[in-house]
Structure formats: C-alpha cells, structure tokens
C-alpha cells in the first residue's frame, strides 16, 4: 500500500525552540493533514490542508502543503512542555480517496 | 458530543482467550475504522465500514480477527484466540461522509495484553 515517509522519528529539544517536521510521498495527495497523540490517547487533528501551496496556522503551529503535493511539513514556534507527544501526518491519494494514509509519526520530546 | 467512544481502556488477557473491543462512533459519522499501534509498526488500518458494511480487510492481520458493524452506533473487534503478538493499542476512528476530507475523529483506545 501506499506509505508516507516522516522525518525526523524522534526530536529531542529544549523548551522555547522551534520545532520542524516533514513528510513526503511517492504519489500525489490531495489532502494533507497533521494529528497530535498525546500519551494514552489516540491521535487528534490539528491542521488539515486542501490546496496545493496552502499555508495554514492553529496557534503556534504552522502548516503547509507542497506545491508538488507530494509533500507537507509542519513548524512548531517557541515549544512548551505541552508540546509533547507524537506527531503524525496523514493524507488522502487521488487513488484512495477513502482510506487515510498515515506517517510512521515523530516523537517530539522536550526539556524544560 | 462525547467522541468516539471505546471500551475497556485496558485489556489483560491470557494467551487463548477471546477479546472483544468495542466502539461506539459519533453520532452521523458514517465511516468506522479500527487501526492498531505498536511501536514498530506504528499505526495499521486494520479495516473499515461505510454505512454499517465493511469495504477493506485486507489489513486484518489473520483468520483469528474479526469485526462486525451491526448497526450505525455499534461495532466490535474480536480476536480468538488471542496471542501475546496481539499486543497493542487498537484505536477506532470514525469520520463524516463524502464531502472535503476532514480526516477522521480517534477514541482514546483500548490498550490490549496477552500473556
């Protein structure tokens, strides 16, 4: 099936950084979306992205969609120990419109 | 609205018995999804319903896993008998039909051990 390739697996930084993550596909996604799991629960949506180029922000999270739309990366500005947790990107292909693809994820660790 | 809800939120069982999990999607989501995650081998789409009727299994891992949808507030994953391989947390998820693609709303989980 078709897979989305995350970077980086795991972030070990100090509170007040910023934060980049990305990920990219061999196929073309019409949809990109970015899930925070916090531990012990399951994944919850924080940005979704519609349009090739589109630049979206929740808060200190900024999100974009590739011009290639092949690919998304996701900043986080100034972390705070809330921040913690794994972050994943998903999206939808042209050729499986139903079934959401997900990343292997990034856990994202931070020392106060 | 309460979410998707799971139960139980912890599950030990020994090698042999069955398992059932449940899951009871939001109201007028017409999509259920059951994935299960390890840490090696993240997040797998185990199988999915549209209107109650299951569209993809080809990520049920064996013979020995099986769900049902009996109707659009209810579904079950069961596993028998069960192995330590097993071992995971099996999320459900639901999302709206057709229309833009907001990706789907997860449950807290159900976080299953065999021993």
């Known amino acids: 099936g078709q897979q989305l390739n995350q970077s980086p697996q795991s972030m070990f930084i100090q509170e007040g950084e910023d934060v980049s993550m990305n990920c990219t596909s061999s196929?073309?996604?019409?949809?990109w979306l970015w899930y925070k799991q916090d531990p012990g629960e399951g994944p919850v949506l924080l940005i979704a992205?519609?349009?090739?180029?589109e630049l979206t922000s929740n808060g200190r999270l900024t999100a974009q969609f590739g011009i290639t739309r092949k690919d998304s990366f996701l900043n986080i500005s100034a972390s705070i120990p809330s921040d913690v947790g794994i972050y994943f990107c998903a999206g939808y292909s042209f050729r499986e419109a139903q079934k959401l693809v997900f990343g292997q994820g990034t856990r994202l660790t931070i020392n106060p | 609205d309460a979410g998707v809800i799971q139960s139980p939120r912890h599950e030990v069982t020994e090698m042999g018995q069955e398992v059932t999990l449940r899951c009871k999607p939001i109201s007028g989501h017409n999509s259920l999804f059951w994935y299960r995650q390890t840490m090696m081998r993240g997040l797998e789409l185990l199988i999915y319903?549209?209107?109650?009727?299951?569209?993809?299994d080809s990520g049920m891992p064996e013979d020995r896993f099986s769900a049902k949808m009996p109707n659009a507030s209810f579904s079950t994953l069961k596993i028998q008998p069960s192995e330590p391989r097993d071992s995971a947390v099996y999320f459900c998820?639901?999302?709206?039909?057709?229309?833009?693609?907001?990706?789907?709303?997860f449950g807290s989980g159900t976080r299953l051990t065999v021993v």
């Open positions: 196929s073309i996604f019409n949809t």
């Open positions: 992205l519609y349009k090739a180029g």
């Open positions: 319903f549209n209107n109650n009727v299951p569209i993809d």
């Open positions: 998820a639901s999302s709206l039909p057709g229309g833009k693609y907001r990706g789907y709303t």
